[in-house]
Nanobody, 122 residues
Framework: QVQLVESGGGLVQAGGSLRLSCVAS????????MGWFRQAPGKEREFVVG???????YISDSVKGRFTISKDNAKNTVYLQMNSLKAEDTAVYHC????????????????WGQGTQVTVSS
């Protein structure tokens, strides 16, 4: 079973950047489809970006051009680079993993990290 631990969140001013990391153990990101989701207070968890086991990426329209996902198979780590941050990006960001087939649906992912808080001040 895959365990996921996120880090890198924090407080940043609007227009700033952060890079989140998600380290996997008990499994390798080489074999999983990975996703980043976020959940703001009072809102449902939403898909942000994803990367397939073979490196194809897909991204939500709300962050296109500002966020990118990448992974380092050797470090068993997935990254979320967030640039030009806006106040509406404030949320808890979660890393998730699934087996065959990519998805933008949170309920398709069986493995989740505990999340890291990102707060963007305007």
């Amino acid at each position: 079973q895959v365990q996921l631990v996120e880090s890198g969140g924090g407080l940043v001013q609007a227009g700033g950047s952060l890079r989140l990391s998600c380290v996997a153990s008990g499994g390798t990101v080489r074999n999983y489809n990975m996703g980043w989701f976020r959940q703001a207070p009072g809102k449902e968890r939403e898909f942000v970006v994803g990367i397939t086991w073979n490196g194809a990426t897909y991204i939500s329209d709300s962050v296109k051009g500002r966020f990118t996902i990448s992974k380092d198979n050797a470090k068993n780590t997935v990254y979320l680079q967030m640039n030009s941050l806006k106040a509406e990006d404030t949320a808890v960001y979660h890393c998730a993993a699934k087996g065959a087939g990519y998805s933008r649906e949170a309920n398709a992912y069986p493995y989740w990290g505990q999340g890291t808080q990102v707060t963007v001040s305007s």
